[in-house]
């Protein structure tokens, strides 16, 4: 399966915006879905994930509260929803598939990426 993020762009802090990450070349429903993000110079770092049914997510204590991740299996897409974004939010966005039923924060335990997005807040 191949996977295409987009909806990145440059927002205001405390804007919102909704990432998209659209599967091709088959169907996004085996797998669970995470957004993981990447600062200039450092490791890619968990974000949120979403199990294959869509009733399991979890997320970083960085983003909860504030992010929503979704699914919508007919559409093979899964959705990003960033609300009060913050300066220090500024980052490459990446979603990736897993095959993996549990235990998947870590970039390892994913077999798909897509390309990134990239998401700018400032002050």
């Known amino acids: 399966v191949q996977l295409q993020a987009s909806g990145g762009g440059s927002v205001q802090a405390g804007d919102s915006l909704r990432l998209s990450c659209r599967a091709s070349g088959g169907a996004i429903r085996p797998y669970a879905v995470g957004w993981f993000r990447q600062f200039p110079g450092k490791e890619r770092e968990f974000v949120t994930d979403?199990?294959?049914?869509?009733?399991?997510?979890d997320y970083a204590d960085s983003v909860k509260g504030r992010f929503t991740i979704s699914r919508d299996n007919a559409k093979n897409t899964v959705f990003l929803q960033m609300n009060a974004l913050k300066p220090e939010d500024t980052a490459i966005y990446y979603c990736?598939?897993?095959?993996?039923?549990?235990?998947?924060?870590?970039?390892?335990?994913?077999?798909?990426w897509g390309q990134g997005t990239q998401v700018t807040v400032s002050s």
């Open positions: 979403i199990n294959r049914s869509g009733f399991a997510t």
């Open positions: 990736a598939a897993s095959r993996q039923v549990t235990g998947r924060n870590r970039p390892q335990d994913y077999g798909y």
